[in-house]
């Protein structure tokens, strides 16, 4: 199977090289992609990084390992991680397609 549930724009792979580079992660880490519950039945993304384990689908982008819980995709599907730097604020953004 090759699917590929979260991209990443160009601006998300720089920052997360960055950090891989600059933060001392470990190279057999790669970036965990998912979901957290939130308050009054409220869904939430969250980016870490995390090794690889049996539950996950694996894929790379730019020489980035992406893992992403197989109980989480149908949540994931079409998501785009973005990287919003600007005067006002800086993190990553999630992106999700109107359905």
């Known amino acids: 199977m090759n699917l590929e549930p979260v991209e990443l724009s160009e601006r998300a792979i720089a920052e997360v090289k960055n950090i891989m ?3 001392g992660i470990p190279e ?3 970036l965990r992609i998912g ?3 939130g308050g009054c039945g409220a869904m939430g993304f969250m ?3 995390d090794m690889q384990n049996d539950e996950d689908i694996a ?3 730019s020489d ?3 893992y992403v819980n197989k109980k989480q995709v149908m949540y994931l599907l079409g998501v785009e991680v973005d990287f919003y730097d600007e005067s006002d604020e800086r993190g990553f953004v999630f992106n999700k397609p109107e359905n």
Do not use: A
């Open 21 to 23: 580079q600059n933060k």
């Open 28 to 30: 057999d880490y790669g």
């Open 35 to 37: 979901i957290k519950g």
């Open 47 to 49: 980016l870490g990084f």
């Open 59 to 61: 894929y790379s982008k």
């Open 64 to 66: 980035i390992p992406i």
